[in-house]
């Protein structure tokens, strides 16, 4: 069964940091482009962050510098360490993950991080 399977999500004080780690089942984990995505209340799901199966990475430039994402093939889970977090932050983030033949991209269910005094 193919599973995505966000955690680390929760509330945090500006300034603070967070984990977000992706567990994946049913997928051959080292092949596939992995990456974080967030939805703000009212906006458009936007990428965060991705990196490919060769451990390249790209980054939204509101995150560069502040985020880094990274992978671990063997505990095939995908991880997103956030510091320096602002407000702006706040929004539900999605891990995906993009099939290399097909290009089709799976879906975790989301997990909330909300940044605030």
């Known amino acids: 069964q193919v599973q995505l399977v966000e955690s680390g999500g929760g509330l945090v004080q500006p300034g603070g940091s967070l984990r977000l780690s992706c567990a994946a089942s049913g997928i051959i984990f080292s092949s596939y482009t992995m990456g974080w995505y967030r939805q703000a209340p009212g906006k458009q799901r936007e990428l965060v962050a991705h990196?490919?199966?060769?451990?390249?990475?790209t980054y939204a430039d509101s995150v560069k510098g502040r985020f880094t994402i990274s992978r671990d093939n063997a505990k095939r889970t995908v991880y997103l360490q956030m510091n320096s977090l602002n407000p702006e932050d706040t929004a539900v983030y999605y891990c995906?993950?993009?099939?290399?033949?097909?290009?089709?991209?799976?879906w975790g269910q989301g997990t909330q991080v909300t940044v605030s005094s």
């Open positions: 990196i490919n199966s060769y451990g390249s990475t």
């Open positions: 995906s993950a993009v099939n290399p033949r097909t290009s089709r991209t799976l």
